[in-house]
């Protein structure tokens, strides 16, 4: 037997292999609901370069000159302006990289966040917040992944006793979920759906 009649042959059990397994096995999506908790809000801010208006009375202003006012704007609120870092690679990818500059601030806290999103200093412009959310621990993977295994089981279940049969062992738990979840914001109400494929041997 040359070498391609062998990978051939090698080939064709491993479908007969695979095609005997999956006729005797099921193969089901488990759910459970699972709580999104707040990490930290990123709060992120342009500086566009204020052009002079001698007709609409408006004085033009720097980056710099523009920042300070902010600065001075938030000491007001007791935020200090010097916790905030420069985002220099997204001002790289900037088609104003000239004329603009971007910083962003972390925190915990959601006041801090409304009291620099309520500031208001021409050319300042408050770009976004991203809401991370907190990593997942290995107990609570542990205990969402057994609710969504139960979930799947009873789903297998309903599905093989309208035919017969009856679901045995776990053969493969497939868990697609990352310990970092994305934090929702615009289906802030909607609750998060964790989810494993689950695949129970038939008897």
Do not use: W
């Amino acid at each position: 037997m040359n070498f391609r009649k062998k990978i051939l042959f090698i080939l064709l059990l491993c479908h007969s292999f695979l095609s005997a397994q999956q006729e005797h096995s099921i193969s089901v999506i488990g759910e459970t609901n699972k709580t999104n908790e707040i990490e930290n809000y990123i709060v992120n801010v342009e500086f566009r370069e204020v052009i002079g208006d001698n007709y609409r009375n408006i004085k033009g202003k720097t980056t710099s000159e523009l920042e300070k006012e902010f600065a001075a704007a938030l000491s007001k609120v007791n935020i200090n302006f010097s916790r905030f870092e420069e985002d220099l690679m997204y001002r790289v990818t900037s088609y104003a990289y000239t004329t603009s500059s971007f910083y962003f601030y972390k925190t915990s806290s959601f006041d801090e966040v409304k009291k620099i999103i309520s500031q208001k200093v021409e050319g300042v412009t408050n770009t976004r917040v991203d809401i991370i959310a907190k990593e997942m621990t290995n107990e609570q993977i542990a205990k969402l992944s057994k609710e969504a295994i139960d979930d799947a089981r009873n789903t297998a279940n309903q599905i093989v006793t309208n035919i017969g049969r009856k679901i045995g062992k776990i053969i493969q738990i497939d868990n697609p979920n990352n310990k970092y979840k994305y934090y929702n914001s615009v289906a802030v109400k909607e609750p998060t759906k964790y989810y494993v494929k689950v695949t129970f041997s038939l008897e």
